[in-house]
């Protein structure tokens, strides 16, 4: 493809996890053109995350027989490459990608499915920013996929299950785990509610494994505290935890701290494009409007996956063949419509979970105030501090876009991914607003920092690195 020349498709799949997958798969079997887009060296997203120095490690049989079944039907994709801008035109739309050691930079197809996942959710606290603390997703990674430990002594931090998994993860790579901290109490309310539970016996038995592992080690637990703060020179040696009021407070010598207080949606390139978002705290933040396809308030763009709400890998997969089926139909193909209603029954199953877990382990700062100190630096890339927005705030300034302008928040490398939903709890406690009721961040390309040559339109400026 010549590097100018839009390249034509019926359908582009941004993301290639469990919802990218099972999207294009459906495509696929529909006969429609479809290319998969992932910023990825391999297809697998986050769940089933294939290793470059071990593509063994996936996270299940699951997960190896879909990447068997991707590698085997006839999807076009295009992986390592960054998609960081949309444009949406007359009768489809204009998609930019940036691909080290490649030309292609403009892609074109008739409707989009936005699959992109979701990220670590940060909470500031003095000493978020010291090395050392870093977020339980990044940990996981690491572990599973690079095979390298983040440290030696650990104190895990956040809230549900996916601590456990990592607990487990540490503890077999021969870390110590000095203390599990859950900002939820105990969940004795799981009894009273068991009946959600039928039918997901593989989550039952992850769960249950972590469990046994972490009670084996004699890891103790510390229910309902949170991390207060972490102190160090060059790197976090200690840790603070207690009640969110302050009191209970107990210190721990560590030199990791891995922050699990859950995910937040990756939907910034349907932000881009305007589709229509609003804040669900139970699924993680904004999360775009969407029918019963996952089609949003743009005709021809879908999102689906965790992307559109944290809900986790069969949430994903079930939606992503949903928003295939959805994509194909509004492009005139004939949909299985007897499968659909079985889908949907799957889904609205697999989502029942999804909120249970959310009833036992919520987001706890929707709940209780921040408990941040003025002095806590809010955006990492600015070097904002909590005093600097509290300040915006208390002169009168009352949307996100203002406190930006003013304090530069959100405005660097990062373009605010890490400290949007940061700055728009503090607005809603200083205002006394509900969050849902702050306008979330708008979004514009490029999504990610690039270099000039992955945005030069003319051939001679385009900077050629050879593989
Ligand atoms: C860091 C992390 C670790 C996790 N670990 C676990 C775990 O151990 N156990 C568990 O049960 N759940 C885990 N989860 C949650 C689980 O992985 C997800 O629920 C599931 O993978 C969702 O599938 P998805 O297809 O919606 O998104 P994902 O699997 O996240 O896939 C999204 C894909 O989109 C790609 N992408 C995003 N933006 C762009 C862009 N602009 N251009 C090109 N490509 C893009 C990403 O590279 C990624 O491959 C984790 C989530 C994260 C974020």
Redesign the pocket.
Known sequence: MMPDEPTRWDVIV???????MSAALELDRLGLSALV????PLPG???FKQSLLRPEVVQSAEGRTLLTEFARAGVRRLMD???WGITPERDGFEVAVFRRHDGERRLWSQALII??????RPVPFPGWDLPGVMMA??A??MIKHQGVLPGRRVLLCGTGP?QW?LARHLLEGGAQVVGMVDAAPFPWRAIRHMTVLAGQGERLREGLGAWAAILRAGVPVHWGKIILRAEGSAGVERAVIGRPDGTSTQSFAVDTVCLGYG?QP?NH?ARMIGCEHHYAAALGGWVPRRDEWCETTIAGVFVA???AGIQ??DV?LLE?KLAGWGAARRLGADVPHDQVSALRADLRRQAAMARFLYFLFPYPFDRIPYPVEDDTILCRCEEVRVRDVRAVVREGVSTLRMVRMLTRAGMGLCQGRTCADLVCHILAQETGTPVADIAGPRVSPP?FPIPLYGIIEEEDAYVRTED
């Open positions: 941004i993301g290639a996890g469990p919802a990218g887009v992932d910023s990825a997203g986050q769940y490459t960054q998609v699959a992109t996942g979701a990220y670590d997703g990044g996981l990674t996916l998994v995910f990756f390139l996956g965790d992307a986790g890998k994903a992503g999504l």
